[in-house]
DNA sequence: TCAACTTATTTAAATTTTTAACAAAGTTAA
DNA sequence: TTAACTTTGTTAAAAATTTAAATAAGTTGA
């Protein structure tokens, strides 16, 4: 039963990380995988993934374990990766490049439409199959094609003026990479802001206690 | 009392936030700031400021707040930024290369000496003032500058063998972005696995079900 | 200087998350 | 077919985290 209510986000950003390791397994030819297994594999408890799983139904089978290949595909489905979001992507710098082209869309649910950038020299260039366009082409390009999410890689002074204007487009997602925060100021939309450093401090944090 | 002793998880990692936004603070010109004012600029509770704040002593003043610089420097020792910890880069790909010319390492701490790759023709280039190394040169070079810690960008295939190379050159700690989970199968190694697609991942998630 | 006000510190309560235990169900092999 | 074994789904307990309340301390302006 996928009556998604009240699923605790904690329980959603492990999902991921389950997916992956699935997928590892599924490319290495394992059919089936307990709990047990998986747990020691990934270092958590056999528990915590049973209790996860169940929160999106009874994919598992007594006496058995997970079949590798259905558990893979529904966790795939709770996430999302089976349909299209389309989505374009803000600012060719180093980071913006870099998520372009390493990136595996497709695999993940996402259908990149288009790339902007201010810079005149960039428009009409390409990442990899993507169409970079100036940022000028930005509000007509959205009436056409509807996008729903955006991936922020803009400098940190021109984002919040950026993001006002994606929503008023119908942005409804940002996966923003850029130094500004997105908090949610508007209540229909999601956001994931990633701050690569912030993980690069909590290292330092440990190396200096707990070495 | 900066007596670090049991301090959770949960706390350090809100700490690189409270950094980002005091330093933001700091360079707006901001002198003070109570904790009710910071949660609201930050989108949680006054309550988890103070009580954050107060596993590591007492940084602010009844009646006034916190004083914003000395609170953003109190923060950044206990992340141990006004330390120089030795670093190593391993792997030019897109992704390394948007790490070493976009990330700030002086600003949080770190001392990038070198970048490594299997690439003979990008030995003896460097990105921005760090200098590329061919991978065969990795072992004398940890030999003679001892670094201890190392920023992975290898693809997925020759990450684990990496690790271990690593480890036995005197790498005690991992910021990991390739697609292989190193697990702390080394008792006094620190990691930090960074995996970009999991937070599109949850953000596909949270598309799918809150709008 | 004093009184009203602000805000941190500290303690306690509530909530959430994780871990453990157990009964029910299915597998496996003789 | 059956009995021992495995492993899940589920419930309950424990632990951790977050939020709230109470107390103490310092600020500010008249």
Known sequence: MSSNVNISMSVIKRLPRYY????????????RISSGALSSMMGTTASQIR??????????????GYNVEQLY???GKILGVDRML??????????GRAIASHMEFEKRGIALLGIFDKNP?????????YKIYHADQLKEFCAEHHPKMAIVCTPTVSTEKVIDELVSYGITGFWNYSHFDILSKYPNVNVQNVHLSDSLLTLGYQMKNNC
Request: proline share 0%; net charge negative.
């Open 20 to 31: 992956r390791f699935l997928g590892k397994l599924r490319d290495e030819g394992h059919l």
């Open 121 to 129: 020299s960039l428009a009409g260039t390409s990442i990899k199959q």
């Open 86 to 95: 389309d989505s374009i992507l803000i600012g060719v710098g180093n980071l």
């Open 73 to 75: 595909n529904e966790i």
């Open 51 to 64: 209790q996860d799983l169940n929160c999106f139904g009874g994919f598992g089978q007594q006496g058995y």
